[in-house]
């Protein structure tokens, strides 16, 4: 979308879209926009492209009831309005990540089930501008991680920026969050991790203008079953 901020209900709505053979490059729907703008009840096949669906929607829009199997990423929301809103998504078999967002402002994300491929993370927040105060911070509550096997080197959740996180299951991750490098809640093979509650500010850089010396570093608090 050429101004996303003029892109007003604009909807995508109960369609179903596959990514044909040959086209390791293609995007199963790119919608970025604005006020009541948004995909729901779409279910896009990306095992012969590269992303599902690429854009966030913000500022009153939301992508909802949203499933993507295979493809290098399922949800890129690199370039988002601010403040977006995810809701009811299924995130299967993605091969680098599942959901990937650098937006302005935080996303806000609720009733994620990811499966990611062996070796690709699930959620991963800040890859674009991660010296930007104002991008990339992530919201999840009421959220499925279940790794393919088993991965030492591989977090479910990676990122540098502000991160909360309200009861996240997690299995197969031995990271369950690595934070700007950080390895934190580590997992076990086999064994579900449920993360109660995790709320982090993003890392102390020269270029955050906010004064942050009376925050914890983090609070997280844990359950594995």
Same mark, same amino acid.
């Given at each position: 979308?050429?101004?996303?901020?003029?892109?007003?209900?604009?909807?995508?709505?109960?369609?179903?879209?596959?990514?044909?053979?040959?086209?390791?490059?293609?995007?199963?729907?790119? #919608?970025? +926009?604005?006020? @009541? %703008? *948004?995909?729901?009840?779409?279910? !896009?096949?990306?095992?012969? /492209?590269?992303? $599902? #669906?690429? +854009?966030?929607? @913000? %500022? *009153?829009?939301?992508?909802?009831? !949203?499933?993507?199997?295979? /493809?290098?990423? $399922?949800?890129?929301?690199?370039?988002?309005?601010?403040?977006?809103?995810?809701?009811?998504?299924?995130?299967? /078999?993605?091969?680098?990540?599942?959901?990937?967002?650098?937006?302005?402002?935080?996303?806000?994300?609720?009733?994620?089930?990811?499966?990611?491929?062996?070796?690709?993370?699930?959620?991963?927040?800040?890859?674009?501008?991660?010296?930007?105060?104002?991008?990339?911070?992530?919201?999840?509550?009421?959220?499925?991680?279940?790794?393919?096997?088993?991965?030492?080197?591989?977090?479910?959740?990676?990122?540098?920026?502000?991160?909360?996180?309200?009861?996240?299951?997690?299995?197969?991750?031995?990271?369950?969050?690595?934070?700007?490098?950080?390895?934190?809640?580590?997992?076990?093979?086999?064994?579900?991790?449920?993360?109660?509650?995790?709320?982090?500010?993003?890392?102390?850089?020269?270029?955050?203008?906010?004064?942050?010396?009376?925050?914890?570093?983090?609070?997280?608090?844990?359950?594995?079953?």
């Amino acid at each position: 979308v050429e101004q996303a901020n003029i892109c007003f209900n604009q909807m995508i709505v109960s369609i179903d879209i596959s990514i044909g053979e040959g086209n390791p490059g293609a995007v199963g729907i790119c #919608l970025r +926009g604005a006020q @009541g %703008s *948004g995909a729901q009840d779409v279910a !896009i096949d990306a095992r012969h /492209g590269h992303t $599902g #669906l690429e +854009g966030g929607v @913000g %500022s *009153g829009g939301a992508h909802l009831g !949203i499933t993507v199997i295979g /493809g290098r990423i $399922g949800m890129d929301l690199t370039e988002a309005q601010p403040a977006p809103t995810i809701g009811g998504i299924t995130l299967i /078999g993605q091969t680098e990540a599942a959901l990937r967002y650098s937006g302005w402002g935080g996303l806000a994300a609720a009733r994620l089930d990811i499966r990611p491929a062996a070796g690709a993370v699930a959620i991963q927040g800040g890859a674009v501008g991660a010296d930007d105060p104002f991008r990339g911070h992530l919201s999840v509550v009421d959220c499925t991680i279940d790794c393919e096997r088993w991965n030492t080197a591989v977090p479910a959740i990676e990122t540098c920026k502000s991160l909360c996180l309200e009861n996240v299951f997690v299995r197969n991750a031995a990271t369950a969050v690595r934070f700007d490098g950080e390895p934190l809640a580590p997992g076990r093979p086999n064994v579900w991790t449920r993360i109660a509650s995790f709320a982090r500010p993003p890392r102390r850089d020269a270029t955050m203008r906010i004064n942050r010396s009376n925050m914890p570093s983090r609070f997280m608090r844990m359950e594995r079953s």
